[in-house]
């Protein structure tokens, strides 16, 4: 590095900005934290990874006077980087909750996906970006696939052309990053997907002169033809059989150094280790575009977190959410430490982790440091995005302090989470909604979602069977199976309370409430190892137009198959699979939806 060793970080206190921080401290460089509009103007080069909805953060550079400072620096064309919202506020306006005025430097409107032409707001997941032009920090990502969490979008347009260095495609086509003399602004490099392999990016912005040990990777064929030569033979079992192969191609994914030609040699060497085959058909055969919609569907590991009867804070995993040993000392299942899992589960290629704290219903998550410093660490090591729920409610304190439902939220993002979830809280928000009609603005998933982006509101349901003689006996809409008909019951508080609502209606309502994904647990299958509930995931799939993650029951990469071919499903979240260690399942669990693909059964 050059003399100066300090980047300036522009971090309003609205989010997660902790994998930035990391990224910054490994390259070498001092973090210098903007305090008032005179640290930018001084700034040797300023990073800016903008948190939450564009309104609140246009709010605070416009009363701390930040904005005007930010605009001068980029115009001046200092070294700049902007990151997801920092792109985003660079154009003239944005149409989140708004009409709302951004800084006004590029030309265009930043708006809302059209989710009428099926494809699911927000976009969420791995998507091949479209270099245009020389954007020098994306040299070394190329055409590979980045993880894109996000509702909003700026598209190109005669004005705005001069400025783009590369765009994406999601129903239509989106600019994904910009770049102007010293000035570098990117949507994908999302705070979540900021890995270290994307360090040299930000080294070249941080400083041009950086001299940063650029790793060459071998392409997937390399390795494979230099692996055949040593064996003698093309057998991609014996191959695969030493795990050598496995375990490079798996790190080369891990650590998000792929270009969309590995992905796709990748998707179809894996399938071929699963399915034990000999591939048939050369790798380079192997549509990009198939590669594509493969890595579009997510395998999340979830983690389900709470305090056992010593008080330690543990990863248990129930059945049917009784996550109680059947043995006569009925302990809480102990299965790891959250952390370390988490950390695994992401060297493993899990595209998200979710944390859900199983007993935050009754302990005050804000009491419940543990959870919080559980949190903090996880996010130094996994770069995919951290989703938290479990206790996400307004609450009073036994000194009857309150705390709104968004500050427990923000405590969460602040501690590393990019997404939380709601659970029992929306329940009751979402009950009342459908009573009155009457959007208050006043719930958890509203106010949220307002400061936060929708993007970043999960909320899981979880819906119990109660098998019914005739559907008409009741008034929610019923599952309907080959066998009796069938209702689902919400339940809430982990399963203790049956709620009056279907998880259809509580589904339909939570959209319309701001949420940005759905978390469909089944309690019946839960832990099961049987299969995902396909006729509830297709059921609320096809209900609503925001992304839907099936979860509990998967048990064999079949079931990731089964769950993403037979439903509109956008997700799969597991469990009980990955802590029994089959540890070819999360890759495996992406080379099963090939199959699908190929056979056409995939969504239409
Ligand atoms: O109500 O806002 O406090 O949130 C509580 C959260 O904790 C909710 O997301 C709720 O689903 C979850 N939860 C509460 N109790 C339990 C329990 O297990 N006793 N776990 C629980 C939910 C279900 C899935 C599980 C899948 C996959 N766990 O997360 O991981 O079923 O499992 P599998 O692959 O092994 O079948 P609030």
Not at 81 to 87: H, Q, R, S, T
Not at 318 to 328: P, T
Not at 478 to 503: H, K, S, W, Y
Not at 574 to 584: D, L, Q, S, V, Y
Request: hydrophobic share 35%; glycine share 8%.
């Amino acid at each position: 590095a050059s003399n100066d060793d300090s980047v300036t970080l522009l971090d309003y206190g609205a989010g997660n900005v902790r994998s930035v921080r990391n990224a910054i401290r490994r390259l070498g460089f001092q973090i210098k934290d903007v305090q008032t509009p005179k640290d930018i103007l001084n700034a040797r080069r300023l990073i800016f990874p903008g948190v939450g909805a564009f309104a609140p953060a246009m709010d605070v550079l416009n009363n701390t006077g930040m904005g005007e400072a930010l605009c001068t620096y980029i115009q001046n064309d200092r070294p700049f980087l902007g990151i997801c919202l920092g792109l985003q506020l660079l154009f003239e306006s944005s149409d989140e909750n708004g009409p709302v005025g951004g800084l006004g430097l590029i030309p265009g409107v930043v708006g809302r996906f059209d989710s009428s032409n099926g494809f699911r707001v927000p976009h969420i997941g791995w998507n091949a970006l479209q270099i245009t032009k020389d954007s020098e920090i994306l040299d070394e990502i190329g055409n590979r696939h980045v993880y894109f969490v996000h509702s909003y979008r700026a598209m190109p347009s005669n004005e705005n052309k001069e400025w783009i260095s590369s765009t994406c495609n999601y129903g239509d086509e989106f600019i994904a990053s910009v770049r102007r003399g010293n000035v570098h602004a990117t949507l994908p490099l999302d705070l979540d997907a900021f890995c270290p392999d994307d360090l040299e990016s930000l080294a070249y912005v941080v400083d041009n002169h950086v001299n940063v040990n650029k790793t060459s990777y071998l392409t997937l064929s390399d390795i494979i033809s230099n692996e055949c030569h040593r064996c003698g033979s093309f057998n991609i079992e014996e191959v695969f059989a030493s795990k050598v192969i496995f375990d490079r191609v798996e790190d080369k994914a891990s650590s998000g150094s792929m270009n969309a030609e590995d992905q796709s040699e990748r998707v179809f060497l894996l399938h071929c280790v699963l399915n034990k085959e000999t591939p048939r058909k050369a790798p380079e055969e192997f549509h990009h575009k198939e590669a594509n919609d493969i890595a579009s569907l997510q395998v999340i590991a979830c983690l389900d977190v709470r305090t056992n009867d010593e008080g330690d804070l543990v990863v248990t995993k129930g059945d049917q959410y009784n996550v109680r040993e059947h043995a006569e000392k009925n302990e809480v299942r102990n299965l790891g430490k959250p952390v370390e899992l988490a950390g695994q589960y992401y060297k493993d290629g899990a595209d998200e982790i979710s944390f859900l704290n199983i007993t935050g219903f009754r302990d005050f998550p804000l009491g419940d440091l543990p959870m919080l410093q559980v949190l903090r660490c996880a996010s130094e090591n996994v770069f995919v995005p951290l989703t938290v729920g479990g206790g996400i409610r307004d609450f009073t304190d036994s000194n009857g302090r309150y705390y709104s439902s968004m500050e427990v939220a923000s405590e969460y993002f602040r501690s590393g989470a990019d997404k939380i979830s709601i659970g029992s809280d929306a329940v009751h928000f979402a009950e009342e909604y459908l009573k009155t009609k009457v959007k208050t603005g006043k719930s958890s998933i509203e106010q949220i979602s307002r400061v936060y982006g929708n993007q970043a509101v999960v909320v899981s349901i979880d819906p119990r069977r109660v098998y019914l003689n005739d559907p008409s006996d009741v008034e929610f809409e019923c599952v309907r199976l080959t066998n009796p008909g069938m209702e689902n019951v919400l339940v809430i508080n982990g399963g203790r309370e049956g709620r009056p609502i279907g998880a259809y209606e509580l589904a339909k309502a939570v959209e319309e409430l701001g949420a940005g994904e759905i978390l469909l647990n089944c309690i019946d299958c839960d832990g099961q190892g049987k299969g995902f509930d396909i006729d509830l995931v297709k059921m609320i799939s096809d209900a609503v137009s925001i992304p839907v993650i099936a979860s509990s029951g998967a048990g064999a990469a079949e079931h990731f198959s089964d769950v993403f071919s037979k439903t509109n499903a956008s997700a799969a979240l597991a469990a009980g699979i990955f802590h029994r260690k089959e540890t070819f399942w999360l890759a495996g669990a992406h080379s099963v939806c090939k199959r699908a693909l190929v056979e056409g059964r995939h969504r239409s």
